[in-house]
């Protein structure tokens, strides 16, 4: 078991920096503020080793240019992303080895949110910006549903365990509409009284994990009956495959 600790590093309104160190040396995962991660390191004494981007928008990137002007490190990301000062440009399959931490991530192509979106994940942890969320997924901005329910797919097959770290605290909203799909979903029930609870103790939801999200999530659950069902009556049309399902519950999603 690897020895480093993820902390969230807040920025924006509901953003979150992971920040993965050990007692030396930190990673910073989409920084899109400089300052909150700037305070970070000097506060804890760390020295970072690189920083990993997931995807080209502003509130992922934005405090790039700031970070690497006061620390000269390598800068990691999607190859088919145009995103300035990214120093190794990444495509699936490839790894980053992050030495000081004992670290190594496998990389993934999870197109859909963006035309290049990628994660990061090392067999406990994946890192996946704005592609899976807790109980929802992102908004398909460059991609086509059939493209964001494959890069889903992809995700839901990394061992149950893994920790889901996503970029933003969107969880509570989430589970509204997935209990709008799923009404009879006693786990969704129980999870909202727990989020909840976190959320009023100042507490963060996330991780989650990917065998969770199977149980929760309408958008990894679209050939269960109640959500195909479901689906059907909000389209007002038979849904042939889950890339359909999955199609219609984003779009209802998307005016939710």
């Not at 000097?42 to 080793?49: V, W």
């Not at 901005?141 to 995700?155: D, I, R, V």
């Not at 009556?233 to 999603?253: C, D, G, Y």
Request: with cysteine; proline share 6%.
């Amino acid at each position: 078991m690897n020895n480093t600790q993820v902390y969230p590093v807040k920025a924006f309104q509901d953003n979150y920096i992971w920040t993965i160190h050990n007692q030396t040396h930190a990673v910073i995962v989409d920084p899109g503020d400089s300052q909150p991660v700037l305070d970070f390191l000097d506060s804890n004494d760390l020295s970072l080793s690189g920083i990993l981007i997931t995807h080209h928008h502003a509130d992922h990137i934005g405090g790039i240019k700031n970070i690497i002007g006061k620390h000269d490190v390598p800068v990691y990301g999607p190859k088919t992303e145009n995103i300035p000062n990214i120093s190794h440009k990444l495509v699936e399959g490839d790894e980053v080895r992050l030495e000081q931490l004992g670290l190594s991530f496998t990389v993934l192509d999870i197109p859909g949110h963006t035309s290049g979106h990628i994660a990061y994940f090392d067999d406990q942890r994946v890192f996946c910006g704005d592609t899976l969320f807790s109980c929802g997924c992102g908004r398909i901005f460059e991609g086509t549903p059939p493209q964001m329910f494959n890069s889903l797919e992809k995700l839901a097959h990394l061992p149950d365990a893994t920790e889901v770290y996503c970029t933003h605290e969107y969880t509570l909203a989430n589970i509204k509409f997935a209990r709008v799909v799923e009404p009879n979903n006693t786990i969704l029930i129980d999870y909202e009284d727990l989020i909840n609870s976190k959320l009023s103790d100042q507490k963060i939801s996330l991780p989650t994990s990917i065998g969770f999200e199977k149980s929760v999530n309408p958008f990894l659950r679209c050939d269960e009956p109640t959500v195909i069902s479901t689906a059907q009556n909000q389209a007002h049309k038979p849904l042939f495959s889950p890339t359909e399902v999955f199609a219609a519950i984003r779009e209802w999603k998307n005016d939710f």
